[in-house]
């Protein structure tokens, strides 16, 4: 038996049982953990490669992930609640409303077929055009006030008629 995971199961009794009474139980559960650290690597497996572990210290905008993408330029996009970090294999640079984000926590991500990159986040819509990229004209919001039903967007879908759709809370 995996010590690591009866320790979890412990935990989570504890809060169960502390916590029935009062009715709802708020509680976070991370299954994964990264034994290697913020930047560093560790093997994951026999000819299976590495994990690379990234953190703020490395550049990206937060520790809570909620979305990651790859675009055709090979740049990761990772979604957080502190904005959205791009990945170039070198080196990170992050995005929040500053830079012309809707809203800092990024729910989803899409690179549509004509390669805008959109945001789906908590404030609205973004667009993102990587031909402007050093450009203010980078960033396009989208709020109710242009047709959205709600500003509180978790995700994003393109048809294959290019039509996009947007999921909203309301």
Request: glycine residues 12%; without cysteine; aromatic residues 12%.
């Amino acid at each position: 038996k995996d010590s690591a995971w009866q320790e979890v199961l412990r935990d989570l009794s504890r809060i169960f049982a502390e916590n029935e009474a009062a009715g709802a139980i708020r509680h976070r559960f991370d299954l994964y953990t990264a034994p290697a650290g913020p930047g560093n690597s560790v093997a994951s497996g026999p000819g299976q490669g590495y994990w690379r572990i990234y953190d703020g210290v490395d550049g990206l905008a937060s520790m809570h992930v909620l979305y990651v993408i790859q675009d055709r330029q090979g740049h990761l996009w990772v979604g957080t609640e502190g904005g959205t970090s791009r990945y170039d294999g070198q080196t990170w640079r992050t995005f929040t409303t500053r830079e012309g984000l809707a809203h800092n926590h990024v729910e989803s991500i899409l690179q549509d077929r004509r390669g805008y990159i959109w945001f789906a986040t908590a404030g609205g819509v973004s667009r993102y055009d990587p031909a402007e990229d050093s450009a203010a004209q980078a960033w396009t919001k989208f709020t109710t006030e242009d047709g959205l039903v709600h500003d509180y967007v978790e995700s994003i879908y393109e048809d294959r008629e290019g039509r996009l759709w947007f999921g909203t809370e309301g």
